[in-house]
Every structure is written in structure tokens, then in C-alpha cells.
Nanobody, 120 residues
Framework: QVQLVESGGGLVQAGGSLRLSCAAS????????MGWYRQAPGKQRELVAR???????TYADSVKSRFTISKDNAKNTVYLQMSSLKPEDTAVYYC??????????????WGQGTQVTVSS
């Protein structure tokens, strides 16, 4: 069984910073990519940032230059450093990872979500 456990959400004033963490645990054979998505009330879930096993990163245009994604392969953990936060960044942030529990069978896993609220 594989679990993704997120931490680090909370309430912050506009212009502030937060760091989210997501640790994958369980019977993991390999992790292909990890990332963060978010969903604001009344909106669809959207990609925020993603990092591949080799370290290639992808960011939503709305967070480029403000957010940084990184990972610790030894800990199966991905981080999202969020700076210059804006009220429109308010959402539930979900960790996502493409994980295989045996050779060649990757599937997406999701964390339970962590609330980020940015006050104006």
C-alpha cells in the first residue's frame, strides 16, 4: 500500500511564504515524477508544479518565479516552496506521484490535500 502524506499548509498574509512537504511511503518500487496540484472553491483542479525523476521541472504560468519545487529522492519527498503568495493562491493543495509497486506498472497516487489560505 502506498501513501502520500502532505504537511505545511496554513494561513499566511499576502506576500508571505509557506513550504509544503509530501512524503511517499509504503511498498514503493520506483517513483517516476512527483508534483503539486491545487483546487480552489468552484474551480477545477490544476497543475501547480511537477518534477520528474531526473529533476526536470514544470510550473503553471501563474506561479513561475514565485514557487519552487524540489525533491529528496532518498526520502521519497517532494517540496513546494511558495513565496510572494497572493490571495488567488488560496486553495487545497494536493500532492501527486507516479509510483510503481512492481516493475513497469506506474499509476498516479494522491495525497489527502492541505489547505493554503492567503489573506489580503
Amino acid at each position: 500500500q502506498v501513501q502520500l502524506v502532505e504537511s505545511g499548509g496554513g494561513l499566511v498574509q499576502a506576500g508571505g511564504s509557506l513550504r509544503l512537504s509530501c512524503a511517499a511511503s509504503g511498498s514503493i518500487f520506483s517513483i517516476n515524477a512527483m508534483g503539486w496540484y491545487r483546487q480552489a472553491p468552484g474551480k477545477q483542479r490544476e497543475l501547480v508544479a511537477r518534477i520528474t525523476r531526473r529533476g526536470t521541472t514544470t510550473y503553471a504560468d501563474s506561479v513561475k518565479s514565485r514557487f519552487t519545487i524540489s525533491k529528496d529522492n532518498a526520502k521519497n519527498t517532494v517540496y513546494l516552496q511558495m513565496s510572494s503568495l497572493k490571495p488567488e493562491d488560496t486553495a487545497v493543495y494536493y500532492c501527486n506521484a507516479d509510483i510503481s509497486v512492481r516493475i513497469g506498472e506506474f499509476r498516479p497516487y494522491w495525497g489527502q490535500g492541505t489547505q493554503v489560505t492567503v489573506s489580503s
